[in-house]
């Protein structure tokens, strides 16, 4: 079966960038859509970017403008590019796809391992 793998995440300074990176690993017939939702100890799960084939990206209000995603649909593949932390970003950031492998299953939702991000001086 499909699974997302996760790369990247680590401990970085106020300010400074991170880049995180996701990739459906297996066959897969169509991707309807990836991105990454994070949650933070004690709070919700909240989006963070989310980017359709052929459409624009759809980010969280709280990184517009520091948080950058682009997604290869041919390598089945994302980055989300983190500049401008700030300790309020801390959190694990879970990656987040909705595919189909074959003709024959419905659209599954998957999730990946989680990164974590810690932004702390």
């Known amino acids: 079966q499909v699974q997302l793998v996760e790369s990247g995440g680590g401990l970085v300074q106020p300010g400074e960038s991170l880049r995180l990176s996701c990739t459906a690993a297996?066959?897969?017939?169509?991707?309807?859509?990836m991105g990454w939702y994070r949650q933070a100890p004690g709070k919700q799960r909240e989006l963070v970017a989310i980017?359709?084939?052929?459409?624009?990206?759809t980010y969280g209000d709280s990184v517009k403008g520091r948080f950058s995603m682009s997604l290869d649909n041919a390598k089945n593949m994302a980055t989300l590019q983190m500049n401008s932390l700030k300790p309020e970003d801390t959190a694990v950031y879970y990656c987040?796809?909705?595919?189909?492998?074959?003709?024959?299953?419905?659209?599954?939702?998957?999730w990946g391992q989680g990164a974590q991000v810690t932004v702390s001086s």
């Open positions: 987040y796809s909705v595919l189909r492998e074959d003709t024959f299953g419905s659209p599954r939702t998957l």
């Open positions: 297996g066959k897969i017939l169509s991707l309807y859509n």
């Open positions: 980017s359709v084939p052929g459409a624009t990206t």
